[in-house]
């Protein structure tokens, strides 16, 4: 299985930076910096890209062989500082587990549980990631787009809308 990759706007920001090294190392994600990179580059493989909004990481992009699949309208917390070591990350949540986590119900079939220092904790539209129990950084989700898998390039995936989701009901109003 190849690695996810994670990749950011050409010039990203310091906060967008420090989110996507964050995010890349919880995840035990592969973290590109494009430079002058072109986006074809990575047109074989599933990657995640960060864009930002006035300097600040505001949508998460998720791309398979080219296409653009889903994308995530997010508003983060401060990042802390933490060692983050490689193992498997436990979601606790039904709704978001869009990054590929060992879903928590899983570790109910086990007779002993395992311990897994890294989770996310799903709390209605709030992502926490979280290390041997201590806030890594929080992931608040605006909106979600889905697009269509059958589409010949990610241009023509963002003509086509076919899939909103309001998270909640002060929000279900505005478009994002």
Excluded: C
Excluded at 35 to 61: D, Q, V, Y
Excluded at 118 to 129: A, G, H, P, Y
Excluded at 150 to 169: C, I, K, S, T, Y
């Amino acid at each position: 299985m190849r690695a996810m990759i994670l990749t950011t706007s050409r010039k990203p920001s310091r906060k967008t930076r420090s989110f996507a090294k964050a995010l890349s190392r919880f995840m035990d994600w592969r973290y590109v910096q494009r430079g002058k990179m072109s986006f074809r580059e990575f047109e074989s493989g599933e990657l995640w890209m960060i864009s930002e909004l006035k300097g600040n990481p505001a949508f998460l992009s998720f791309y398979s062989n080219g296409k653009k699949l889903l994308e995530l309208s997010i508003s983060i917390s401060n990042i802390k500082k933490a060692e983050i070591g490689r193992g498997e990350v436990v979601y606790f949540g039904e709704r978001y587990n869009f990054f590929g986590a060992l879903p928590a119900n899983l570790l109910e079939k086990f007779d002993r549980k395992p311990y897994f220092p890294k989770k996310i904790v799903e709390n209605e539209n709030e992502l926490t990631f979280y290390i041997a129990g201590e806030v890594i950084f929080k992931m608040r989700i605006l909106g979600i787009r889905r697009f269509d898998q059958n589409q010949q390039n990610p241009q023509e995936a963002l003509r086509v809308q076919l899939h909103r989701e309001p998270l909640d009901q002060r929000k279900s109003d505005r478009e994002f």
